[in-house]
């Protein structure tokens, strides 16, 4: 997986159990970056975790199976998630431009606007 997922949906994450003073719920939103840091380690009774990063937060260590399942319902993508996206969106500005769809090219230019905005690459020219 790569080091660096993009936030496209809303989520929350319970880190920690009510007991511990530890425990704090982290929401992540649109456009937020969940960076990768370490390699995973096996807890006894709870499982495979990870040391991650929210944006420039301090890091916390996070559930691989938590990070599968908001991988799986499209929630995080991938850079080249997010470089297929934007592709695909690209393709349909063309072809409501030859069919001069307005409505159909304005919902994929908006689309498109938001990935753009998210990707890390274009993130990384605007911070230069």
Not at 49 to 74: C, G, Q
Request: net charge negative.
């Amino acid at each position: 997986m790569e080091n660096t997922l993009t936030v496209l949906q809303t989520f929350t994450y319970e880190k920690g159990n009510q007991d511990c003073t530890c425990h704090e719920i982290i929401e992540f939103t649109q456009g937020d970056h969940l960076h990768i840091l370490e390699d995973p380690f096996y807890v006894d009774n709870a499982g495979w975790y990870i040391a991650v990063r929210k944006n420039d937060a301090d890091p916390f260590y996070m559930s691989i199976p938590f990070i599968d399942e908001k991988y799986e319902d499209r929630s995080l993508y991938t850079e080249m998630d997010l470089d297929l996206a934007i592709l695909v969106h690209q393709h349909q500005i063309d072809q409501s431009l030859v069919c001069k769809n307005k409505s159909e090219f304005l919902y994929h230019k908006k689309e498109l606007d938001q990935l753009m905005m998210m990707h890390p690459k274009h993130m990384l020219a605007k911070n230069e």
